[in-house]
Each structure stands twice: as structure tokens, then as C-alpha cells.
């Protein structure tokens, strides 16, 4: 994996940029790391790129460690 960052320009419309900028601020983010967050999960999602590569995928053992105590109760 390259720690490298490439840079490019994209042009968006200003509606659709809006919506970016609230999204990143809800979740206290910069534009360019919400945009790298939502490419990153739809590239995993469409099997295109490898999930974490220290293996450990919080958002996911978190909700395998609440369904486990869900099913205790």
C-alpha cells in the first residue's frame, strides 16, 4: 500500500458540495476526508479494494460485540 497521496482537481456542483461540507462538519471532517471516507467504503463495499489492513475494522466489531450481549439478555 502506498502512503503516497495523489492530488487532482474535481468539479462538483455547488448543491452537491453544500451537502459535502454539512455531511464533513456533522462528522468533523474536512471535505477532502469525507470524500476520501465515503470513496474508500464503496470501494470496499463493491469488493474492490481490502478492508483495513491492520485487519481490524472497528465499526464492524463493534456491532459483532453488541449482537453478542443483545443475544445474552
Known amino acids: ?4 497521496k495523489k492530488n487532482f482537481v474535481l468539479r462538483i456542483n455547488e448543491d452537491t458540495f453544500n451537502a459535502l461540507a454539512k ?5 468533523f471532517r474536512s471535505v477532502n ?9 464503496a470501494l470496499k463495499e463493491a469488493g474492490r ?11 464492524t466489531n ?5 449482537k ?3 443475544t445474552r439478555v
Open 49 to 59: 479494494k481490502q478492508s483495513n489492513t491492520n485487519g481490524i475494522d472497528v465499526k
Open 1 to 4: 500500500m502506498s502512503l503516497t
Open 62 to 66: 463493534y456491532r459483532k460485540i453488541e
Open 33 to 41: 476526508g469525507q470524500i476520501e471516507m465515503i470513496l474508500d467504503k
Open 23 to 27: 455531511w464533513a462538519e456533522d462528522e
Open 68 to 70: 453478542k450481549s443483545q
